[in-house]
């Protein structure tokens, strides 16, 4: 009977989790092809920055760049132009950017499920109309993908890996699979689950921030912090802000 007792206050008293003393990291929720947000919460975070002491940056996208807005192919362009800064950024790879891949590869299949979540959007802003679009087969979708698409586009979408560990925290598109190790999770999983993480409430190897699954406002649990705000359809995109044990939120406005 002890035995519990003691781990249930070892739990409540232990330290909380910390990123490390040796930079400061600032983690982006899904922008969905908001790119005006995108510009926002960069100058926001900059603005952040500047009233703190100095320390090297770290710069997490979490995914799901594309879809559903209407600027995908403006944020994939803005986010290849951070790659190429000379900062430190770290991009990481959602479904989203799974299905856009896979569509824009040639594969009829994924243009199907890429045209019924936010595709046809994305589309537009590589300049084939919503109209063409719902006339279009998925076979001949895949084509003009395969054929309109800039593959250094595509290339720098697919290269995004699937999860960053950081100190305590454990950085990913949708999450983890509960009781499996971190070096066995699957891209599946890491891309796509929701119930079984979600619900989950007991501890994790890491404290988890990810994205994928839209709440009001920042999702934070003992084991894992959301921050996907549904920036397309609520003008909220969200950056979570780390420096050893501390942490912060930053928001567009709606």
Known sequence: MLMPFRTRKAREHAPPPSVGGD???YAIGDVHGRDDLLAQLLDRIALDEA???PLPRLLILLGDLVDRGPQSRQVVERAMGL???GDEVRFLKGNHEEMFVAAARGRAQAARLFRRHGGVETLASYGLGPEDSARMSDEAM????LAHVPRDHVDFLDDFPDMLPLGDYLFVHAGVRPRVALHAQIPADLRWIRGDFLNHGGRLDKMIVHGHNISADVDVRPN????DTGAFRSGRLTAIG???DRRWFLQTGD
């Open 142 to 145: 895949a084509r003009w993908m």
């Open 242 to 244: 780390l420096e050893g």
């Open 51 to 53: 009233g703190r002491h």
């Open 83 to 85: 790659a190429r800064s």
């Open 224 to 227: 894992r912090i959301g921050i």
């Open 23 to 25: 930079r400061r990291v």
